[in-house]
């Protein structure tokens, strides 16, 4: 099983702030990373797909890098409806599996 | 509009069975693979299982694996999770998700609001 370890687990961040979150995976997924936010009362949305396209609808001060074992989301210029939990994906192999999450808080 | 609509989560007993159904809307379904995936309270997401368009492969975690099965009824714009022999770790929110591909393996473009079940004496 491919383990995805994500970091922070929690971030604290101030509004036009710069975020990036990090996903390692414990082998190599090429670009089969996807990163998604999660809100209370909410249904999970898709962010990046394939570990650098943004997926339609999505603001573009969401964005993705990475391939191999290391991967990045980076949220440019942070809202303060960007305060979410970010899960990272892999769809490289069976069983799919995701990172543990991080937790965005806007001071 | 793409909608995924969960139903059939409640309280049971260890060991009892629960059958979960996923209501899909607002795309052409039998176009894409579909899943489950699950949370526990507070806690993070997990995938459980996953179908293909026409049920030619299906997979699922070893968590789940002899005693979940997935299915699908294309014509009825339906997915399916019937839980066997459920256990108390199996007690989170279950999540129907809409795959970008035909045959599972892509990104995960639409999910429920899901269908909380409950494992308990």
């Known amino acids: 099983e491919i383990v995805l370890t994500q970091s922070p687990d929690f971030q604290s961040v101030t509004p036009k702030e710069k975020v990036t979150i990090t996903c390692r995976a414990s082998?190599?997924?090429?670009?089969?990373l996807h990163w998604y936010q999660q809100k209370a009362d909410q249904s999970t949305k898709l962010l990046i797909k394939y570990a650098s396209q943004s997926f339609s609808g999505v603001p573009s001060r969401f964005s993705g890098s990475g391939s191999g074992t290391d991967f990045t989301l980076t949220i440019n210029s942070l809202e303060a409806e960007d305060a979410a939990t970010y899960y990272c994906h892999q769809s490289s192999s069976l069983p799919y599996t995701f990172g543990q999450g991080t937790k965005l808080e806007i001071k | 509009e793409v909608q995924l609509v969960e139903s059939g989560g409640g309280l049971e007993q260890p060991g009892r069975s629960l059958r979960l159904s996923c209501a899909a809307s607002?795309?052409?379904?039998?176009?894409?693979?579909m899943h489950w995936v699950r949370q526990a309270p507070g806690k993070g997401l997990e995938w459980v299982s996953g179908?293909?368009?026409?049920?030619?492969?299906?997979g699922y975690a070893d968590s789940v694996k002899g005693r979940f099965t997935i299915s699908r009824d294309n014509a009825k714009n339906s997915l399916y999770l019937q839980m066997n022999s459920l256990r108390a770790e199996d007690t989170a929110l279950y999540y129907c998700?809409?795959?970008?591909?035909?045959?599972?393996?892509?990104?995960?473009?639409?999910w429920g609001q899901g269908t909380l079940v409950t494992v308990s004496s």
């Open positions: 082998q190599s997924i090429g670009s089969n």
């Open positions: 179908i293909s368009w026409n049920s030619g492969s299906i």
């Open positions: 998700a809409k795959d970008s591909a035909y045959d599972y393996g892509g990104d995960f473009q639409h």
């Open positions: 607002g795309f052409t379904f039998d176009d894409y693979a």
